[in-house]
């Protein structure tokens, strides 16, 4: 069996995007932690809506696998470089997004953490940083359909 590089753009779209949401969930979620520690030597409640933005990320690794699908089920009417291309730029535009979208909701739960205000802000700017997968994924799979029609 030859080498093909169509298999890497395969396993690096959903790799790369999985890889940005652990990081950016990660980061978001040390954020809330650290919140939820001030709530409870300040004697507050904490705040259970920072789960929430702790999870913003997690939704470029559904991007991601829905793209690496459509790249599977087209692999015999596209070439391998086009895959492989698809597979490296999409995922990382796709992971690059959820690892910033985590640094941001980092930002939301410590500010959310501390004034208790401000929720729907925060959600409302996390989607800005959303809609980068989201049209990066979109664009690709239009990309992929006018390829193999």
Do not use: H
């Not at 069996?1 to 990081?23: R, W, Y």
């Not at 992971?95 to 925060?122: P, R, V």
Request: proline letters at 1%; glycine letters at 12%; charged letters at 5%.
């Amino acid at each position: 069996m030859a080498f093909d590089f169509g298999l890497i753009g395969i396993i690096a779209v959903f790799g790369l995007s999985a890889t940005g949401s652990a990081l950016g969930t990660g980061a978001a979620a040390m954020a809330a932690a650290g919140a939820w520690k001030r709530a409870f030597l300040q004697n507050r409640p904490a705040s259970f809506l920072l789960v929430a933005l702790t999870g913003f990320p997690l939704s470029q690794t559904f991007y991601g696998l829905i793209l690496m699908n459509t790249m599977v089920s087209s692999l015999a009417q596209l070439g391998s470089e086009m895959i492989f291309a698809i597979g490296v730029f999409g995922g990382l535009a796709i992971g690059i997004s959820a690892y910033l979208q985590g640094k941001a909701a980092a930002s939301a739960c410590d500010a959310l953490g501390e004034t208790g205000k401000g929720f729907a802000q925060y959600v409302l700017v996390l989607g800005i940083i959303e809609s980068v997968a989201l049209l990066a994924m979109v664009f690709l799979l239009n990309v992929i359909s006018a390829l193999v029609a």
